[in-house]
């Protein structure tokens, strides 16, 4: 018996709130899974079943009540300091409440475990973490995405139905890509985020769901945002593409299965394919890097990167001292470009209701090597994928990431982007497509997950 | 006067102004990092940028004011 733990998120929702399923036998099927799957995967780094019993003692009767779910190991809980995938994070953690955390357990839902992720969640691949990295349910050797993989690999491999991350330069939506799953970055400042040791300097970070689909993704991040995201019909959808290098230098796979979906997509609203031009797009991508990286320096001096944990890993002491180098001249203009970047945008929101490209170039990279073969040449995964994630974290605007279609037996994902506060019409969109392509891939599931207890 | 896109200079007496300090291995890191961000941070250097409007801390939750 699986206890409900195939059931999607909605269900074990809706299930525990009939009675017909039992959310005590619920979590401790789910730890027992854990157990189980995850020691293959590295996907979820600690559980604390007595916490999560506790938490399901007293959990009110929310929408999520009693309901698994993993967070990424980005915030605080009352009883861990996050640790942010590293040995040493240059920044004070404490255990406490952080937004996430009572956003979940306000709704009910029973926090079940920590989701790995990339070290200082600075790559999207997810091979680099102090507790090793996690592994994608798909194919074990390879990168999982980056930064929250851990919650991504849990959710694909159905340890849990959902899970919380966190998106600061497209970390929900490149391992959602890479995991087959749906993934949301919300409009900036929407979804919960107190208590993270960046929340009052950073710009860029939002939390939101990983789920299997956009039904769940609603629901959880409903949670997350505090309202409601109601469901609604798609409208005649106007879908905008770029023809430059975000949807052009992809690889063929990649490029054939995500314009096959937004022909889909079109097909299934009435709606209409635009091309349109976003000339600041390769500028906003340094842009955005350049944002990010110096919004996490404000507590540094020299001392302390003198003073780093050995243990931190090469890569991550490298860049962190490379980042003090970069000219302060640099990331102003990057302002500017950002300013510049909203206003092209809101005018383009104007003519298009969404703007469509793959979520990432090519399927997940090896886990020892991730290199990229794009029709420009081989690059470095991140040096890839941020093409096509930084413009929503740079702007602000949401951005969804959908499983439409497979390439070497990877997911292959496209993404979709709105205007500011049209986080809904995701969703929607979101579920159109689904339907469009009979929920094919969002029901495809990886090999552990296809086994039972 | 041209621009270095070497690594040689730069990095290490960047560093030594800091009173940083750094291994090989992170060096190694260092000059690959330099030698991806470098070139188009001189593009954005160059660029321009006295006409964009200013947008005073921004909301980034909203659309730019007009």
Redesign the interface.
């Known amino acids: 018996m699986s206890q409900g733990l195939d059931l999607p998120l909605r269900e074990q929702a809706a299930a525990i709130a009939a009675g017909e399923l039992d959310a005590t036998e619920l979590l401790e099927a789910t730890l027992g899974r854990i157990e189980e799957r995850n020691p293959a995967l590295n996907a979820v780094v600690e559980t604390f079943p007595e916490r999560s019993r506790e938490m399901l003692a007293a959990a009110p009767r929310g929408p999520l009540h009693g309901v698994p779910i993993v967070i990424k190991d980005e915030w605080p809980l009352p009883w861990r300091a996050q640790r942010f995938g590293a040995a040493d994070m240059l920044a004070e953690a404490t255990p406490g409440e952080s937004g996430p955390y009572r956003a979940l357990r306000d709704a009910g839902a029973v926090v079940v475990g920590v989701g790995n992720m990339h070290e200082l969640g600075a790559s999207s691949t997810g091979n680099v973490s102090v507790y090793g990295p996690a592994r994608n349910p798909w194919n074990p050797e390879r990168c999982p995405g980056g930064s929250s993989s851990g919650p991504a690999a849990a959710v694909a491999a159905r340890l849990v139905a959902g899970a919380v991350g966190a998106d600061g330069v497209g970390s929900i939506r490149y391992p959602a890509a890479y995991c087959g799953l749906t993934g949301l970055k919300p ?4 979804s919960a985020m107190a208590g993270h040791h960046m929340a009052e300097v950073s ?1 860029t970070i939002v939390s939101g769901a990983l789920c299997a689909d956009a039904a769940d993704c609603r629901l959880l991040d409903s949670a997350l945002f505090g309202e409601e995201l109601r469901a609604g019909a798609a409208p005649a959808l106007r879908i905008g593409v770029v023809r430059d290098e975000v949807s052009e230098d992809v690889a063929p796979a990649v490029r054939t299965a995500c314009e096959a979906a937004i022909e889909d997509l079109r097909a299934a609203t009435g709606g209409e394919v635009r091309e349109i031009e976003l000339p600041e797009l ?2 906003a991508t ?2 955005t ?2 944002i990010a990286n110096s919004e996490s320096l404000g507590g540094i001096t ?2 302390r ?2 003073n780093i944990d050995p243990e931190l890993s ?2 991550g ?3 962190l ?2 980042r ?4 302060a ?2 990331t102003i ?2 302002g ?5 970047a ?2 092209t ?2 005018a383009l ?1 104007e003519q298009v209701d969404v703007i469509a490209w793959p979520t990432v170039p090519a399927v997940a990279p090896p886990l020892e090597a991730p290199l990229v073969e794009l029709p420009s040449g081989t690059l470095t995964a991140d ?1 890839a994928n941020v093409r096509g994630g930084a413009l929503a974290n740079l ?2 605007i949401p951005a969804i990431s959908v499983p439409v279609g497979s390439s070497e037996g990877l997911p292959v994902a496209l993404q979709l982007q709105a ?3 049209r986080d809904e019409l995701l969703l929607d969109a979101a579920e159109a497509l689904e339907g469009a392509n009979d929920r094919r891939w969002v029901e495809a599931t990886p090999p552990p997950a296809r086994e039972t207890l | 006067m041209e621009p270095a896109n070497s690594s040689d200079d730069f990095i290490p007496a960047g560093l030594a102004a800091l009173g940083i300090e750094a291994d090989e291995i992170e060096l190694a890191v260092i000059g690959a990092a330099h030698q991806l961000f470098w070139p188009p941070i001189l593009e954005l250097l160059a660029l321009d940028t006295s006409a964009i409007p200013v947008e005073r801390n921004p909301d980034l939750s909203r659309a730019p004011r007009r």
């Open positions: 409009t900036f400042g929407r710009t390769a500028a340094l842009a890097v350049l020299p001392e990167l003198n090469p890569i002491r490298g860049l001292k490379y003090v180098l970069l000219p001249v640099a203009k990057a500017q470009l950002r300013t510049l909203r206003h945008l809101a929101f040096e702007t602000g205007a500011w506060g």
